[in-house]
């Protein structure tokens, strides 16, 4: 399996709901280093698994709906825990949306899978994989 990886980052406050999370229940801010794995089997006809400067773009464009803004404060996303894991299939989930409609271009239908990792610190990630 072949793969490439665009990164990105953002910044987001919010509060998680449930006892598990201690003072995380409070709002606070959270920052997120955010990789985007694109997996295929075979090489498309121009020898990539997908056009990195798209896969940057598109990666841009659904984190900047989520960047500087209070999660707790979307409409989109009232009633989800906005855990890290949460966060990730969110922004996987996009991603996929935009590949399946061509904006990773016509080669990029092609792609196997898509993994998607928030990193919340240097000791700590949560990832989200999911088949395209």
Do not use: K
Request: charged share 25%; proline share 2%.
């Amino acid at each position: 399996m072949f793969s490439v990886t665009v990164r990105d980052h953002m910044m987001v406050a919010h509060s998680l709901r449930g006892e598990t999370f201690g003072p995380a229940q409070r709002l606070h801010g959270a920052t997120y280093v955010i990789d985007a794995t694109f997996r295929r089997a075979d090489l498309d006809a121009d020898g990539i698994v997908v056009d990195i400067g798209r896969a940057a773009d598109e990666l841009r464009a659904v984190v900047s709906g989520l960047n500087y803004r209070n999660l707790d404060d979307e409409p989109a996303l009232a009633g989800t825990n906005t855990t890290t894991e949460a966060l990730a299939r969110l922004i996987a989930d996009q991603l996929a949306e935009r590949a399946h409609a061509g904006a990773l271009g016509d080669a990029a239908r092609g792609l196997d899978g898509l993994a998607v990792t928030l990193h919340e610190s240097h000791i700590a990630s949560a990832s989200y994989e999911r088949a395209l």
